[in-house]
């Protein structure tokens, strides 16, 4: 098999589950079975199941009610036993050539896809409060995605080797996994997110600990079972629980720190990046550190836009999820003259949309995932009540009275730096600045200044000298930039995703870039014919 190639891979087919598919019943069967029961999760380490003195109760967003299971927390010991174990599996896991490597998580992928595809999806509705298409295109199309994807990739990257003009002289690279283990730290908002973090650099023959949200253990359960029913070794991939601030001293503190893979907030990215600066004396090598952070992404109009696929694109872009993406729309800049007739579509868009249970397949909007992100976004929104250079246009209402509701709220203001058109919210809310059509470079530049991030934007505009001027002068202010289209969605393969600035590193997941970053490159010379005197020819007397 070493000497077989990892197939070309193709993006997994998005499934509609509209009325009367046989998909859409096996959806609704499998969120039955899973709201009839109560799992519990536990911590894996070496393979095994442990369960520890202390367990929290799983509930879901939208119903507090609705008790999903209960999560085992662990503390530094079991930290520190999740660390020997992947240590101890490193020198195994990386002799494996590449395609056997990879061979498991295509088979993943394809579990992922067949057999999990609706117990999956439904864990998603379920836990992190997603509708249908939302749970299909996040936990099932772009993790199988990032499974494919990044093996092809691993594989491009192998072949990359150096010339050899000689041939008494082989050269070529030997592509190493880091010697040590990654740290993997994943989100709440995305399953594909924590999925690919701990498993990019194991395709590599890396190890890792994977700490992942708090809120989501719930699907991080089903993700590792997959991968182990995959085949995946013990102690290739340790699943750990716990405190956070507990779990990082152990981990950034240990000197066989490699890597870290990190998808959160920006304050919590920069404080483990402090730490680990200051202690680069104590590790073995020095850390490879690779995260992407938060957003304050933008639409910005032109004059020559359409009113209607501008009104869109703010709907879907600041609402769908909630606003729970870091690449969700938070602001936008709209030329005077366009105002009124975008502000009349966006209203009527926004009084359409049903908001409740995922199980409610009508629902285009579900719950904020949990009490301190409904507090956060809440204080936003009546902040920008009692504002006098900003007003509510529509939405504004909070409720989590049953579960974690927010309106979709659309906010206007006469300040361009006013706070919500500034700061991340994280929430189904965004702000509309109106600029006169005579400013639009002028105003271009004020997106470009406005917020340290630089996630995802889009141009609206059916004039290209506009796009051009556009793509010109918000170069860095996105890394995802998108024509004509919200500023969300990113496919695997397709558009690799990342930011720079303060939305992180830019090493692109979904992307060769985010493959080659784990691994460690040795050149080697072989010379056949190796030289039997030390003289040189222009040492030799005529």
Same mark, same amino acid.
């Given at each position: 098999?070493?000497?077989?190639?990892?197939?070309?891979?193709v993006?997994?087919?998005?499934?509609?589950?509209?009325?009367?598919?046989?998909?859409?019943?096996?959806?609704?069967?499998?969120? *039955?079975?899973?709201?009839?029961?109560?799992?519990?999760?536990?911590?894996v380490?070496?393979?095994?199941?442990?369960?520890?003195?202390?367990?929290?109760?799983?509930?879901?967003?939208?119903?507090?009610?609705?008790?999903?299971?209960?999560?085992?927390?662990?503390?530094?010991? %079991? =930290?520190?036993?999740?660390?020997?174990? $992947?240590?101890?599996?490193?020198?195994?896991?990386?002799?494996?050539?590449?395609?056997?490597?990879?061979?498991?998580?295509?088979?993943?992928?394809?579990?992922?896809?067949?057999?999990?595809?609706?117990?999956?999806?439904?864990? &998603?509705?379920?836990?992190?409060?997603?509708?249908?298409?939302?749970?299909? =295109?996040?936990? #099932?199309?772009?993790?199988?995605?990032?499974?494919?994807?990044?093996?092809?990739?691993?594989?491009m990257?192998?072949?990359?080797?150096?010339?050899?003009?000689?041939?008494?002289?082989?050269?070529?690279?030997?592509?190493?996994?880091?010697?040590?283990f =990654?740290?993997?730290?994943?989100?709440?908002?995305?399953?594909?997110?924590?999925?690919?973090?701990?498993?990019?650099?194991?395709?590599?023959?890396?190890?890792?600990?994977?700490?992942?949200?708090?809120? #989501?253990?719930?699907?991080?359960?089903?993700i590792?079972?997959?991968?182990?029913?995959?085949?995946?070794p013990?102690?290739?991939?340790?699943?750990?629980?716990?405190?956070?601030?507990?779990?990082?001293?152990?981990? +950034?503190?240990?000197?066989?720190?490699?890597?870290?893979?990190?998808?959160?907030?920006?304050?919590?990215?920069?404080?483990?990046?402090? &730490?680990?600066? @200051?202690?680069?004396?104590?590790?073995?090598?020095?850390?490879?550190?690779?995260?992407?952070?938060?957003?304050?992404?933008?639409?910005?109009?032109?004059?020559?836009?359409?009113?209607?696929q501008?009104?869109? $694109?703010? &709907?879907?872009?600041?609402?769908?999820?909630?606003?729970? *993406?870091?690449? $969700?729309?938070?602001?936008?800049?709209?030329?005077?003259? +366009?105002?009124?007739? =975008?502000?009349?579509?966006?209203?009527?868009?926004?009084?359409?949309?049903?908001?409740? %249970?995922?199980?409610?397949f009508?629902?285009?909007?579900?719950?904020?995932?949990?009490?301190?992100?409904?507090?956060?976004?809440? @204080?936003?929104?009546?902040?920008?009540?009692?504002?006098? %250079?900003?007003?509510?246009? &529509?939405?504004?209402?909070?409720?989590?009275?049953?579960?974690?509701?927010? %309106?979709?709220?659309?906010?206007?203001?006469?300040?361009?730096?006013? *706070?919500?058109?500034?700061?991340?919210?994280?929430?189904? #809310?965004?702000?509309?600045?109106?600029?006169?059509?005579?400013?639009?470079?002028?105003?271009?530049?004020?997106?470009?200044?406005t917020?340290?991030?630089?996630?995802?934007?889009?141009?609206?505009?059916?004039?290209?000298?506009?796009?051009?001027?556009?793509?010109?002068?918000?170069?860095?202010?996105?890394?995802?930039?998108?024509?004509?289209?919200?500023?969300?969605? $990113?496919?695997?393969?397709?558009?690799?995703?990342?930011?720079?600035?303060?939305?992180?590193?830019?090493?692109?997941?979904?992307?060769?870039?985010?493959?080659?970053?784990?691994?460690?490159?040795?050149?080697?010379? @072989?010379n056949?014919?190796?030289?039997?005197?030390?003289?040189?020819?222009?040492?030799?007397?005529?």
């Open positions: 098999m070493t000497n077989y190639r990892i197939p070309n891979p993006n997994e087919p998005i499934y509609s589950y509209a009325p009367g598919t046989k998909d859409r019943e096996k959806l609704k069967a499998a969120l *039955k079975e899973l709201k009839s029961k109560q799992i519990e999760v536990p911590l380490i070496d393979g095994k199941e442990i369960q520890t003195e202390k367990k929290v109760k799983i509930t879901a967003p939208h119903d507090h009610s609705l008790i999903l299971g209960y999560a085992y927390h662990g503390s530094k010991k %079991d =930290i520190e036993s999740a660390i020997d174990s $992947a240590l101890k599996a490193q020198k195994k896991w990386a002799a494996l050539p590449l395609q056997q490597r990879a061979a498991i998580f295509l088979k993943a992928a394809d579990l992922l896809a067949g057999p999990y595809r609706y117990i999956m999806n439904a864990a &998603t509705m379920l836990a992190h409060s997603k509708n249908p298409f939302q749970s299909e =295109i996040d936990a #099932v199309c772009e993790l199988a995605d990032f499974f494919r994807f990044n093996a092809y990739y691993m594989q990257i192998s072949d990359i080797q150096p010339n050899n003009p000689d041939p008494t002289i082989w050269n070529l690279i030997d592509y190493r996994p880091l010697e040590g =990654i740290f993997a730290v994943t989100p709440f908002n995305f399953v594909s997110i924590n999925g690919n973090l701990p498993t990019a650099p194991a395709m590599w023959g890396n190890v890792a600990v994977w700490k992942p949200a708090r809120s #989501v253990l719930y699907t991080s359960h089903f590792m079972k997959i991968l182990i029913e995959a085949g995946l013990p102690g290739a991939i340790n699943f750990v629980t716990g405190d956070s601030s507990e779990i990082s001293e152990v981990i +950034l503190n240990h000197e066989n720190l490699a890597g870290v893979h990190f998808t959160g907030s920006t304050s919590v990215f920069q404080n483990m990046w402090k &730490t680990i600066g @200051e202690n680069i004396p104590r590790y073995k090598t020095y850390p490879r550190i690779v995260g992407e952070t938060g957003g304050k992404d933008f639409i910005f109009v032109h004059k020559s836009s359409v009113p209607s501008v009104a869109t $694109a703010i &709907t879907r872009g600041a609402f769908e999820y909630q606003g729970q *993406k870091c690449s $969700a729309a938070s602001r936008a800049y709209i030329p005077r003259s +366009l105002w009124n007739e =975008i502000r009349e579509i966006l209203i009527k868009q926004i009084k359409e949309i049903k908001m409740g %249970d995922p199980c409610d009508s629902n285009f909007m579900n719950a904020i995932i949990d009490k301190g992100a409904f507090k956060s976004i809440k @204080e936003y929104i009546d902040f920008a009540r009692s504002a006098s %250079d900003a007003k509510i246009i &529509t939405g504004g209402n909070c409720d989590d009275s049953r579960g974690y509701f927010i %309106d979709a709220t659309v906010i206007e203001t006469t300040n361009p730096q006013f *706070k919500t058109m500034v700061e991340e919210i994280f929430g189904p #809310v965004i702000t509309i600045y109106v600029y006169e059509d005579e400013d639009y470079e002028k105003t271009l530049h004020l997106c470009d200044q917020s340290p991030y630089a996630l995802t934007g889009s141009i609206f505009s059916t004039d290209r000298n506009a796009v051009e001027l556009a793509e010109t002068i918000l170069r860095n202010a996105a890394g995802n930039f998108y024509i004509n289209d919200k500023p969300t969605g $990113a496919v695997v393969g397709q558009q690799p995703f990342g930011g720079a600035r303060a939305s992180g590193t830019n090493d692109k997941a979904g992307a060769l870039h985010n493959m080659i970053r784990w691994t460690s490159p040795r050149t080697i010379k @072989e056949f014919v190796p030289p039997a005197d030390f003289k040189y020819p222009f040492m030799i007397e005529p």
